[in-house]
């Protein structure tokens, strides 16, 4: 009889702490510097955790799912040649790119790259060499968020470098799940890094991928993308196995170079054994919204989404791509 309980108390510790019992996750013991949080099992549409998860917010390059996922709906030929030019350089944000004027590399690696390396002269050109050009492709983007019911997202741009591409936590973890069914979505939004080399020259170029967590063995990810622009601040979205179990998750702006994959630990840890890795200190000296912000800036970006505003502040700036 003792082996027996033996056995049974082993079996019930093997089994991760919030298997088949999600909802008995503390939200009080999980601390993060994100400001607007989503964490949802993916296989329920169930929210485990939500912190600001309704307000809309710009995404950054976040944008780039839905990028991918008008490219691959237009069903064009995956090996045929874009050529980057000057309108896809970056006069907003003054962003760099590897990618020089004149660089032709085949639409798969141009989409890989917009992914992966958050490349915005990528996204850029996959939009230009869409039917009906770059006009054509973001009416393609907002069409396909109002199909997929993302009420509070809007798109002016491929690249996600303008700040009017908005959303909210609750609709990019909708957008994370949707962009999950695109197997070239999932491969490339996770591949560790990539040589390309540059039609017509002998230039190869290498590329890492702009979230750390997936060259991680400790993850299993299916599909992730980062986003930065000063308006946005760091973001991060990812569909990940934690405990046996997919979760969808978004953490919008984050402030600080390694806040977001921090916070993203910190879920995971949360997750698997339903206690607080550590207060991160950048949530406590953060000012609240409208606060030390609010006062420094000197304008307010107003998003227009179906008809309805949502003021931010804006925090004007260079960006990465990241």
Known sequence: MNRVLTFVFAVVLAVPAWAGDELSRDPAKLKLASHNVLILDADADNPIYAKGADEVTPI?????????????DA?????????????DFDF????????????TLSRREM???????????????????????????????????????????HYEDPTGLNPNNVSTAHDLARLVKAAAEYPLIREFTTTPSQYVQVEGTNQTLGFN????LVKNDKW???LQKTGYIREAGKCLVMLANIASKPVVIVLLDSLGKYTRVADAQRVK????????????????AKPPRGGIRAAAANTKLKHRVHGSFSS??????RSDNS
Do not use: C
């Open 111 to 153: 989409l890989r790259l917009a992914l992966m390396s958050s490349e915005n002269r990528a996204a850029s050109a996959l939009a230009r060499y869409y039917p009906g050009g770059t006009p054509a492709f973001v009416s393609a983007m907002n069409a396909k968020a109002q199909l997929l019911g993302l009420t509070n997202t």
């Open 60 to 72: 950054a390059s976040v944008t780039k799912l839905m990028t991918a996922m008008v490219v691959l």
């Open 269 to 284: 840890h949360w997750l698997e054994t339903g206690d607080s890795d550590g207060t991160p200190s950048i949530a406590r």
């Open 75 to 87: 069903h064009q030929p995956m090996d045929d040649l874009l050529e980057v030019d000057m309108r």
């Open 220 to 222: 299993d990810i299916r």
């Open 209 to 212: 991928n702009s979230n750390p």
């Open 92 to 103: 907003l944000k003054g962003s760099s790119s590897r990618l020089r004027i004149g660089a």
């Open 312 to 317: 931010r502040v804006a925090r004007n700036g």
